[in-house]
């Protein structure tokens, strides 16, 4: 097999791990109590300049990971946003040193309700503590101090990537000089909710859940998994993306007419409920879609106080077949952004592929990011 | 308790059943086989003319049974379909004969796969057969016939409803004068598809559901049809209609933030799933949602043959906010009846509440569904 990764590419990575809080030194949580130790999942890109200035921090969507680009050893399939982030690409690696980390309460590698409660010696389950998008920005920013950067030059994400992005620009404007938030909401609808619930209403009542236990009962929740699976990918393609690829075309091995795998649009989602279960925890999609759920950083009237002292250049962009976090989240978010006199620019990026457009090369979309990067590389080029 | 029915009311009713195809003289199915004995249970309000040419046939969506007006003996609501039927109201029965029966396949009265199979003398579960609209219609037929009416007034109904509207007036141009298809479909999408996969999947997957042989196994399959009903009832409301209704408002009896009922879009959802377990089979879901992901009438290039001979009255109708069978579906429907040389009156109906207004009294649908067979009563008056 040739694993030379292609030209365009990072090349070979590997994923670290660092402590970066400990049982003694914890990391505070928003709503109260601790969590430590605290270890952390991250992959690097491209060369920190020498004065520190040309850092990017990548902020992973709800089942993404700190393998963002390149390739692992072996690996076949480069990291989820490799089509942006390499030599030449939107992103840079030449120019950019790009960080991304696996989020706390996740699965790849990060202290999530999977790992060793210390006070237990047995995994957490249901015992890990609720968390905020602002914990999951606390643990991005000792990373960040722990890289010896002050000052990242811009922080990206799409989806629960860009609540993250929102908050900790909105929090700490002198950390981040630029902000892109793709394909975000600051404040999910009662359908999102909906939507959410149910994916771990599936989860919580397959019986090997074992209210969270599962692990020290030697089952998984792989049923209940999938299904929220299934279902959250329905949400993530445009109902034309979904007719594009599939229509009414029948599953080429077709039984008998019934209850099985009858069309193509069936055989499809079955594949990625079966393929998620490889990779993801049922536990982390309770944490990590209830952060979610309880994302709305403007209900604070100060929630934008810091960064109208000392404005962040912002970068929103939605997609037009977007039905998950659609152009009207994006437009609330850049009004409040606007109304507290933040420099923000906006764009509808058309496309067909719905939410996930966020993950794909869609032209109009990488140009606008490669324009942007580019500006904000002015700022710091030698 | 007052158990008066309020004015406007058809009064009390009771559903009764007749015994339409036997064991010897069986059904015969679209896809092959046969099916008997067949029971249907119906209802009726108003009275027959003379002439025996007033008679309104109400076809069910997919969760509906034969009452759909009046009250049931001691019940404190009524049917399902109650602000429309009754004296005075759109569907006038002081003027016409109202027939609704509860479709072959349900579970409410009528043959469906929870009923006795007279081969094994246990519930048919899977083994009962695949079924297709036309075989829903056939039924319907012979119950038209057996209460003695060879042309009906009009057909009328609303998602599945509006899909035996389309076949039967397609098939039977001369069996019904007008035709009233609501919020129907002609042809499913790969989007329309996929909800109802993945909730026949939590169905079947449930450890209760037995391979279809719940009954026999003193069990239910609670779990996976309250999932599959919370999922289905996301997509009978807008998200402007969620957002309406719940927005963000959390739970009134709230407990600490974790994974139970925060929200009040929960609480609704949980009540839902909750609810449909009283009234509802798992079997008869997937077998009416398999009905419907089959339906595809235009596919054979001579559905509208017998229709061309002999002209139908069709009312067309959709509603802005409805995601699940939204205008596109109405269009493709009115866009090949015209074809066909069908007069077709079409209107997109304006209503906030998505899917689910089919069912509501939503001011201007109501005017153009009292317009319309005030129209066809001229046909008949005496």
Redesign the interface.
């Known amino acids: 097999m040739d694993t030379t990764p292609p030209t365009g590419s990072v090349g070979l990575v590997s994923t670290s791990t660092v402590r970066l809080f400990t049982a003694d030194a914890p990391l505070h949580l928003e709503?109260g109590g601790t969590l430590g130790p605290v270890d952390v999942a991250y992959e690097t890109y491209g060369t920190l300049s020498p004065k520190a200035d040309n850092a990017v921090f990548v902020c992973h969507a709800l089942t993404g990971d700190a393998h963002a680009a390149g390739f692992h050893e072996g690996a076949s399939r480069p990291g989820w946003w490799d089509n942006l982030i390499g030599p030449g690409k939107p992103l840079d690696t030449d120019r950019f040193f790009v960080i991304c980390a696996n989020l706390i309460g996740g699965c790849q590698g990060s202290t999530g309700p999977s790992s060793t409660d210390p006070e237990t010696g047995a995994a957490y389950g249901?015992r890990f503590p609720?968390l905020m998008v602002r914990d999951l920005v606390e643990v991005h920013r000792a990373l960040v101090k722990h890289l010896g950067i002050t000052r990242l030059l811009a922080a990206i994400g799409g989806s629960l990537g860009g609540m993250q992005v929102l908050q900790w620009a909105a929090d700490h404007p002198d950390e981040v000089a630029n902000a892109l938030v793709i394909a975000a909401s600051s404040?999910?609808?009662?359908?999102n909710?909906?939507?959410s619930?149910?994916a771990?209403?599936?989860i919580?009542?397959d019986?090997n859940f074992v209210d969270g236990a599962y692990a020290q009962a030697g089952v998984n929740p792989d049923?209940g998994l999938s299904?929220a699976r299934?279902?959250a990918h329905?949400t993530y393609l445009s109902?034309g993306a979904?007719?594009e690829?599939?229509?009414?075309a029948p599953h080429p091995n077709r039984q008998e007419?019934?209850?099985g795998i009858?069309?193509?649009?069936?055989s499809y989602?079955d594949h990625q409920?079966q393929a998620f279960l490889e990779r993801f925890d049922a536990l982390s999609y309770?944490y990590l879609t209830?952060v979610m759920?309880?994302f709305?950083p403007f209900a604070d009237a100060c929630a934008l106080d810091a960064v109208r002292e000392s404005p962040v250049k912002w970068l929103v962009l939605s997609f037009a077949t977007d039905w998950r976090f659609g152009t009207d989240h994006s437009r609330r978010i850049v009004k409040t952004l606007e109304h507290a006199g933040q420099p923000v620019t906006f764009r509808e990026i058309p496309s067909s592929w719905g939410h996930d457009s966020f993950l794909l090369a869609v032209e109009p979309y990488h140009a606008t990011l490669r324009a942007f990067f580019d500006r904000a590389y002015e700022e710091v080029a030698p």
């Open positions: 709503r249901l609720v404040r999910l609808t009662a359908q909710i909906a939507f619930a149910v771990r209403r599936a919580m009542t019986p049923t299904i299934m279902m329905i109902e979904l007719t690829k599939f229509g009414r007419p019934g209850f009858d069309f193509a649009v069936e989602l409920g309770l209830r759920d309880y709305d």
